[in-house]
């Protein structure tokens, strides 16, 4: 590992880095290290300051097995959901990855998160797609036109020929900005329309990705053969959507149970883990069946992984590094 001092990297510096295929494979090896026990998480997982109002202050960390690094995640949210403020321009970063040298314990590099870490969202929901939706997907269904969902689209395409995305989101002035924006950056017929039932016809794939704190997509409005991978803070599908899935999956079922919607329903004994088909990693490893028929309605429910984070941020650092990118906090 480097030791010349820190390595700042801007959120422009991680853009510059980041691959998105690369961060795919990054992603699903996470996947598998989680599986096979090739993490050392925090304890406890976080350590959060949750007012009631305002911003919340969040710190998630873990080590890697299978490489000399450990990082931690801290990051602002708004205790009503989200990380934009808009009645003032952002003053500085709100979120951040710290990396450090588990070998000589250094920390090697600070990085503005914005951009890494709504990849990786985007690259876990794709590796998920990749191993559940059906042969020959093309059209996507993309609610929600933040941060995450600026990445979610890009990175989609590098694994499916995407011929047609819908977007929909809480205003029309962000799903057309978000069309155009992001349709012209990456070549891609993007199409904003007014309602989530009409994003949804049709469509292969879903991924549902805003800050509501109501369900707002009906079951009735799922067709047969679907795949929805839902990564809303907040409760994003209708409750029936949970039991009458053809197979419900989420990305760590320890992990997920801590998601607001997953805690209602288990409190109040809806769900069960009964209800559960597999985890992600199970599908990964071949335990258990991926998609079985293109009539399957599958649905998955995540909550993410701090080491994917953490994996994303040692390929980020090392590339920067390697193309002499980001900026020297000497020691």
């Not at 390595?7 to 422009?12: A, E, H, R, V």
């Not at 599986?35 to 911003?55: N, Y």
């Not at 292969?204 to 799922?222: H, M, N, Y």
Request: net charge neutral; proline share 4%; aromatic share 6%.
């Amino acid at each position: 590992m480097d030791q010349q001092g820190i390595l700042y990297l801007s959120n422009g510096d991680v853009k510059n880095v980041l691959d998105l295929g690369r961060a795919i494979e990054i992603t699903e090896q996470a996947l598998r290290d989680h599986s096979e026990g090739r993490v050392i998480w925090s304890i406890p997982e976080d350590l959060a300051i949750k007012p009631e109002q305002g911003w919340q202050s969040w710190v998630t960390g873990c080590a890697l097995a299978t490489e000399p690094v450990a990082g931690f995640r801290i990051r602002s949210i708004k205790a009503a959901g989200g990380s934009r403020d808009v009645s003032r321009p952002p003053r500085g970063p709100r979120r951040i990855l710290i990396l450090s040298d588990r070998e000589g314990g250094e920390i090697l590099c600070i990085m503005d998160e914005d951009w890494c870490h709504a990849v990786r969202t985007a690259a876990a929901a794709t590796v998920a797609m990749r191993l559940f939706a059906r042969k020959g997907s093309t059209t996507m269904a993309m609610l929600g036109a933040g941060d995450t969902a600026r990445a979610a689209v890009p990175v989609m395409a590098k694994a499916f020929n995407l011929t047609e995305v819908r977007v929909t989101s809480r205003t029309p002035q962000s799903r057309h900005r978000y069309a155009e924006e992001i349709g012209k950056e990456y070549g891609l017929n993007i199409r904003p329309v007014e309602s989530t039932e009409e994003a949804l016809k049709g469509a292969d794939v879903v991924i549902s990705a805003t800050t509501t704190s109501t369900p707002f997509v009906k079951e009735s409005w799922l067709g047969e053969g679907i795949t929805v991978y839902s990564i809303g803070k907040h409760q994003e599908m209708e409750s029936s959507v949970y039991k009458n899935s053809d197979k419900f999956v989420v990305d760590s079922w320890e992990r997920c149970k801590n998601k607001s919607d997953m805690q209602r329903m288990l409190k109040e004994k809806y769900l069960s883990e009964k209800d559960l088909y597999a985890e992600l990693p199970e599908i990964l490893s071949g335990r258990k069946h991926a998609r079985q028929s293109d009539r399957e309605r599958i649905f998955i429910r995540a909550i993410g992984l701090v080491n994917q984070d953490v994996a994303m941020a040692g390929y980020i650092y090392r590339s920067a590094l390697g193309s002499g990118i980001g900026t020297r906090l000497p020691y």
